[in-house]
C-alpha cells in the first residue's frame, strides 16, 4: 500500500509499505494492504511501519489523525513525540 506520514514540519515517511502499526482511540491496529476506508485519531505511542523490503521504520507520535483511502493508500498526520 502507499503510505505517507507527515508532521507539519516535514515528511516523515512515504513511500510502499506492508503494514503499518499505531495507537488509536480505541486501541493498537495494523493496517496491511487494502484495509477497508475508515478515519480515527492517534493515540501517543510508537508507529511501526513495514516497508516492501521488511525493514522497520519507527516514528514516536504525540497524536494526530489516519485515513485509510480506497485505492489501496494510507495517510498519517502526526505530532511527534518530544526527545
Excluded: W
Excluded at 504525540?62 to 483511502?69: D, K, M, T
Amino acid at each position: 500500500m502507499k503510505v505517507g506520514v507527515y508532521s507539519m514540519q516535514k515528511v516523515l515517511y512515504q513511500g510502499d509499505a506492508e503494514s503499518v502499526t499505531c495507537v488509536t482511540a480505541v486501541g493498537e491496529i495494523t493496517i496491511l494492504d487494502h484495509h477497508e476506508p475508515m478515519i480515527s485519531l492517534i493515540r501517543k505511542g510508537l508507529m511501526k511501519i513495514v516497508d516492501r523490503e521488511g525493514q522497520e521504520h519507527y516514528i514516536r507520535a504525540e497524536s494526530g489523525f489516519l485515513e485509510v483511502r480506497s485505492g489501496n493508500e494510507a495517510r498519517f498526520l502526526v505530532e511527534e513525540e518530544k526527545a
